[in-house]
């Protein structure tokens, strides 16, 4: 019998998370700070058009998703980013992590390799290894801003190099990259047209800066036939489990994505992409509030931490955690002591950053500024 060519490590957070909920099972309190889950409700207009759409017979839709959502999205991209993609660019799937997968599987082979700057977010290794591909870490230091260097990417670089991974704001890191940043990159990507660059952008909106956005896609229009641009409603809309994400890409590359699509799911939920439609489509503002609320939590969460002598943490640019840099440096030591202590985290191994803890600060402050305390406040009861 043959099968899967790797055994799936499971995700580490989602591990930490069920260890805290069998804690709050016996009856003990345990701050969660483990899942990048936001606690805000889906927008109102989200809700009442899945509402009425659910009293409809809604049937089969596209394997590649409804016109409507291809369009709300395209026409969302152009508004919020100034990128322009026609209906045949656009690959809908079960949230971006289908997408993502389902443009590794469609392009990749054994002994491909996939570039994957560290910290990163803990499912990207995994993903390319079920695809019988070689994940190639290379680590970003906090002394870099969590951020990939051209000279790093150079040296990565292989004949069998088939994607790069560009995350940003990233996960765990929340690190942004600037233009001139990207420029550099993209020079390294020029010398490589065998790689392809998947833009995973899904907290795009979560930034604590006042510029536009800025992609590879924006920098290096150049690239646009090697870019997967990777973007949905999880996050900014607090739609996590109606699990609708997209992708931007050429147009055959999308026509390999649906057809793994076809056969795997057959179809993203239909009242899903619905609610998806108006989210984009409806009140933006929602976007801006939240993200002001993210910011005064990550500020509030930063003064407490940085009272520790044990922790190091930067500021991150976007998303909503934190990565904080661990005195110790045992990160999966200091984790478990936390979850005794009553506060669950993730241990920074988990993402390519050992020495690290990753906190996600999307729950409410008073509860959040509790977590922090338990954490300064066990840690600096540990002999450096």
């Not at 509030?300 to 500021?315: F, G, K, P, V």
């Not at 985290?345 to 600060?361: E, K």
Request: some cysteine; hydrophobic content about 45%.
């Amino acid at each position: 019998m043959t099968g899967c060519p790797v055994t799936p490590s499971g995700s580490p957070i989602l591990e930490m998370a069920r260890r805290a909920a069998e804690y709050r099972a016996e009856g003990r309190r345990i701050i969660d700070l483990t899942l990048g889950e936001p606690d805000f409700a889906p927008p109102a207009h989200a809700v009442l058009a899945a509402q009425e759409a659910a009293a409809r017979p809604l049937g089969y839709a596209p394997a590649n998703g409804i016109p409507e959502l291809r369009r709300a999205a395209r026409h969302a991209l152009e508004r919020d980013r100034s990128l322009s993609y026609t209906d045949a660019e656009v690959a809908v799937g079960c949230g971006a992590k289908q997408v993502i997968f389902n443009a590794l599987f469609a392009t990749l082979g054994p002994g491909d390799e996939v570039i994957i700057p560290a910290p990163y977010w803990a499912s990207y290794p995994d993903l390319v290894r079920l695809c019988g591909a070689v994940p190639v870490i290379v680590p970003c230091s906090a002394d870099s801003g969590f951020r990939l260097a051209p000279d790093a990417l150079e040296a990565a670089m292989t004949a069998r190099t088939r994607w790069v991974v560009l995350n940003a704001p990233g996960n765990p890191s929340g690190a942004t990259y600037s233009h001139d940043a990207l420029a550099g990159l993209a020079e390294v990507l020029r010398r490589h047209p065998s790689a392809m660059i998947l833009s995973d952008e899904i907290y795009a909106h979560i930034r604590y800066d006042e510029g536009e956005y800025i992609g590879i896609a924006q920098v290096a229009p150049d690239l646009r036939e090697r870019i997967l641009l990777v973007d949905g409603v999880s996050k900014a809309y607090a739609m996590t489990g109606w699990r609708v994400g997209w992708g931007f890409g050429p147009a055959d590359l999308v026509r390999r994505i649906t057809a793994v699509q076809t056969q795997n799911c057959t179809q993203t939920a239909t009242v899903s992409q619905i609610a998806a439609v108006a989210a984009l489509e409806g009140d933006q503002g929602v976007l801006a509030e939240r993200c002001e609320t993210y910011r005064r939590r990550r500020d509030a969460a930063l003064a407490i931490l940085r009272q520790s002598r044990h922790l190091d943490t930067l500021e991150p640019d976007g998303a909503f955690y934190l990565l904080p840099r661990l005195a110790t440096g045992d990160d999966l030591a200091a984790a478990d002591t936390l979850l005794e202590a009553g506060c669950a985290t993730v241990p920074g191994s988990a993402f390519g950053a050992p020495g690290h803890l990753r906190l996600s600060f999307a729950t409410d402050i008073a509860t959040l500024e509790e977590g922090c305390r338990i954490i300064v406040a066990t840690l600096d009861g540990i002999p450096a």
